[in-house]
């Protein structure tokens, strides 16, 4: 069984910042605890603005705290996103989120991170290697 805290994790190198200075995850949940996907704690910040493309995997999220808006490029459609709102990155959909307030957010990914990854210049996350035994 594994047991965490948010507390404990946030403490831990689990916590990642963003180099544009726009979020922080705590990724409670790893690739290394091979349970299939990952579970992070994610922080967007107030007032910004974060190009995402996760070209590479599907994640879906739940508010937990927080106003903002999914822009998603490929339509313009935009969603509002409050407590209780469920959005799901189901094809692999370009998107800018904006946060109106601070946004608290749980996200799951499939595939699992490994726990270091930050957006590239596409707002794409990197798929990693394999790990080699």
């Known amino acids: 069984m594994i047991v965490r805290t948010l507390e ?12 544009t ?5 705590t990724r409670m949940l790893l690739k290394q605890d091979n349970m299939g996907y990952s579970f992070h704690i994610t922080t967007i ?3 910004t603005e974060t190009h995402i493309w996760y ?4 994640e879906s999220v739940y508010c937990i705290s927080g106003e903002g808006e999914i822009e998603t490029l490929a339509d313009g459609k ?7 709102t469920l959005y799901n990155l189901d094809q692999h959909d370009e998107h800018l989120l904006r946060a109106k307030s601070e946004l608290k957010l749980a996200c799951v990914f499939n595939p699992p991170l490994t726990g270091k990854e930050v957006h590239d210049e596409n707002g794409v996350y990197p798929l990693e290697a394999e790990e080699v035994a």
């Open 45 to 47: 910040y107030a007032n």
């Open 8 to 19: 404990e994790c946030e403490k831990s190198d689990r916590r990642v910042e963003s180099e």
């Open 78 to 84: 935009v969603y509002q996103i409050r407590p209780g």
């Open 55 to 58: 070209q590479n995997h599907f």
């Open 21 to 25: 200075g726009t979020w922080e995850s």
